[in-house]
């Protein structure tokens, strides 16, 4: 217990005595963990939205115009209903789009409720009896008059994964660079901290002070500025995402069919992976600039 | 206490020491002499385990040094209080606090540090020079504070190296009296010096080393034909 407080102690006043570098070191973390979180955001968000489309996998939706009257849908859909592979025809009023919507958000629809007017167009909701058939079909049916755009689920479904791949592995990489460029910046800062200690460490060796002892304060060190870095990341990223939510996912729904992933999901799954990362980044760090010092 | 069998250690080409031979008695007072480069401060560090022989065995307080883990020199260190020529003390820290340092890093509670502090500051004399800061010390009284550091954790070894190298005559006699005060007190206290007059003065065991030998180990002067 004596040795944990003299160790937080003490590295709380380096840190303070380092301020310069261990604000750089902080930085330099927390706009990689923002790069990190928007990365994440991006990620599950486009993954929610592929969800939910596959969901539709198995039908197709042609849009239709506002001025189309039920009678004329109507038509439509007997027309469609007697083409080949066409299983199932349903029109689907602007309203029950709407119930549909509020359906599928449960307990969020609540988020429908400040929309103005009813942004949803009607539509026809064809399914196939066989997946190889649909591309045919839209190239059909999309040339009826009164129908503004087709949902094409495989299509987006496919598109959505490639991209999801495409941004997985740049995240990666990138992530995996920024993670070296902080453990250097760390350890620099601690480098510093251990430089301007040198005399302080020879004495404590020459009195016999462990090397746990030594090396405890600039873990510590390191790990506060990771763990500072990652509050303050998660922080602005949370924020950030709480007011793009809060302006777009209105958007996002009717583009998408999909709502936003919430941000109290992003924000507790940012907090945990900046946390863990931040106090490894400054541990390893800190060790990084050590080794060299310890050895006997 | 202390002994050195046949122990060797190069620097590359450059022989430091060479089959060194000797032993130290618990309680004794010895004088480790020769010029410079002849390698006494290699046997301190020897000692220290800061650094390890290439040959021989070195052996304190029936431990062979060279079987020690490195995870244990810590505690082997403890054992050994060491006092240098530039006193090597933490300018930020007040004398207290410099002393009661050595005792933080052996997990000594602050009742104790509050208690034994005070004590061995008294023994070096200067209990009333507690919340100085050490650069408004004389030199003499910062080779005090470092004494206190070495011994406050009751050493069986005290080893100094040229400890009164930066002292005015008067003063290096003082720190030599004290030195003779632990001394008494049962602690072993090794210590390389240059000084001749105080070697002669103290008349205590002399071993003396050159081009890391041992050329003579008698009671007595610094010098053979001025032995008493
Ligand atoms: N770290 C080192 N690297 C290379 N040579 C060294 C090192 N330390 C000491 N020596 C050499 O070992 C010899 C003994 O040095 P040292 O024990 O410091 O002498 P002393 O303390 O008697 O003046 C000298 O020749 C010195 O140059
Ligand atoms: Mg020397």
Known sequence: MKAISYTIKQAFSQLGRNKHMSSASIFAIMAMMIILGIFFTLMVNVNLVAQNAEDQFDTIQFYLYDNVTDEQANQMIEKISKMEHVTEAEYITKEKAMTIMKDRWGEKSYLLEGLSGNPFPASIEITADDIKYEAGLVEDISTMEGIEEVKFYKEVINKLLAITG???????????????????VVSNTIKLTVHAREREIHIMKYVGATNWFIRGPFLVEGMIIGIIASILAAVIVGLTYYKFVDLFSSKVLIMFNSGMVPYTFIVQNLVIIFVALGISIGALGSILSMRRFLKA | MIEFHNVTKKYGDNVAVEDLDFTIEKGEFVFLVGPSGAGKSTCIKLIMKEINADSGTIIIDDTEVSNI?????????????????????????????????????????????KRQVPQVLSLVGLESKVNSYPNQLSAGEQQRVAIARAIVNNPSVLIADEPTGNLDPDTAWEIMTLLTEINEKGTTIVMVTHAKDIVDRMNRRVIAIEHGHVVRDAEGAYKENESH
């Open chain 1, 166 to 184: 495409y941004i997985q592995t740049g995240a990666l990489i990138l992530i995996g660079i920024l993670i070296i460029v902080s453990v250097i």
């Open chain 2, 69 to 113: 883990p490195n995870r244990l020199v810590p505690k082997h260190r403890r054992n050994l209080g060491i006092v240098f020529q530039d006193f090597r003390l933490l300018e930020k820290k007040t004398v207290f606090e410099n002393v009661a340092f050595a005792m933080n890093i052996v997990h000594k509670s602050k009742r104790e540090i």
